[in-house]
């Protein structure tokens, strides 16, 4: 049974580099067909995806976000990376990383929690 697991600071000042690690267990990611994503939801709001990593490395971004994102793997930790650079508290979110199949995430990490505040 795959789980992914989000980490990273709770905290981070604005104009700074938002950093953001989903270590995933019971499956690998350079498993076929499954791409893996960056999900989040600021309070108040509905959920927003920011991008994906596939099984193969390749990358895709939110038109929104891309400018600002990049998503890398390890795949000798079987871990993935968010970056999201000059944050803003607009960016203050729970943020989650989820497997995606067809374009669609079907298991979710548990989220972690990210404020952007000086």
């Known amino acids: 049974q795959v789980q992914l697991q989000e980490s990273g600071p709770g905290l981070v000042k604005p104009s700074q580099t938002l950093s953001l690690t989903c270590t995933v267990s019971?499956?690998?990611?350079?498993?076929?067909?499954?791409?893996w994503g960056w999900i989040r939801q600021p309070p108040g709001k509905g959920l927003e995806w920011m991008g994906s990593?596939?099984?193969?490395?390749?990358?895709y971004y939110s038109p929104s976000l891309k400018s600002r994102t990049s998503i890398s793997r390890d795949t000798s930790k079987n871990q993935l990376t968010l970056q999201l650079s000059s944050v803003t508290p607009e960016d203050t979110a729970v943020y989650f990383c989820?497997?995606?199949?067809?374009?669609?995430?079907?298991?979710w990490g548990q989220g972690t929690q990210v404020a952007v505040s000086s």
């Open positions: 989820a497997r995606e199949y067809s374009g669609m995430p079907g298991t």
């Open positions: 019971g499956d690998t990611i350079t498993t076929k067909p499954y791409y």
């Open positions: 990593i596939g099984y193969d490395g390749s990358t």
